[in-house]
C-alpha cells in the first residue's frame, strides 16, 4: 500500500493528469538478519505535454519536504542519478543492495541523511514486525 503522505499527484488546467509520484514502504533485510525500515520513491511520471516545465522536480521537493517534515529520513529509488543526485541521491550506499527484477546498479539510489544503513542487504517489500 503507498505512503499516502509521501505521494503525489498534479493536474493540468482541465484537471488531467499530469504528473504523479508514489512512496512505497520497503525493507532492507541486511546479511546480519538486521531489518530497516525505508521509503522507496517512485514511479515518478510526468504526461508528455507537461516535460521539461519542472513539474517532476517540483514532484520530487514536495515529496521530499513531507518526509523531512514527517522523520522519513531513509528514501531509495530508481533512477536516474543525473536528476536525482539534485535532490541528495546517490548510489555510494546501495552497491551491495540487492532488488527483485533487474537494475543498473547506477541507477539504485538512496538520500540517508546521516543514517547509515549495511552496505549489504536485500530490498523487500515492507511487513511489519508483529509481537505475539
Do not use: C, K
Not at 530497516?36 to 504526461?47: C, E, N, Y
Amino acid at each position: 500500500m503507498p505512503v499516502p503522505a509521501l505521494s503525489r499527484a498534479a493536474f493540468d488546467g482541465d484537471g488531467r493528469l499530469a504528473g504523479l509520484a508514489q512512496s512505497w514502504p520497503v525493507t532492507l533485510m541486511a546479511a546480519d538478519a538486521g531489518r530497516h525500515d525505508l521509503v522507496l520513491v517512485g514511479p515518478v511520471a510526468v504526461a508528455a505535454t507537461m516535460r521539461g516545465h519542472g513539474l517532476g522536480q517540483r514532484l520530487m521537493t514536495a515529496i521530499l519536504g513531507a518526509a523531512d517534515q514527517s522523520g522519513a529520513r531513509a528514501l531509495m529509488l530508481v533512477g536516474d542519478p543525473e536528476f536525482y543526485g539534485r535532490f541528495g541521491f546517490s548510489a555510494t550506499a546501495t552497491a551491495g543492495w540487492e532488488m527483485p527484477g533487474p537494475v543498473e546498479r547506477r541507477r539504485l539510489l538512496a538520500r540517508l541523511n546521516g543514517i547509515t544503513l549495511p552496505h549489504q542487504g536485500r530490498l523487500v517489500p515492507f511487513a511489519p514486525v508483529l509481537d505475539v
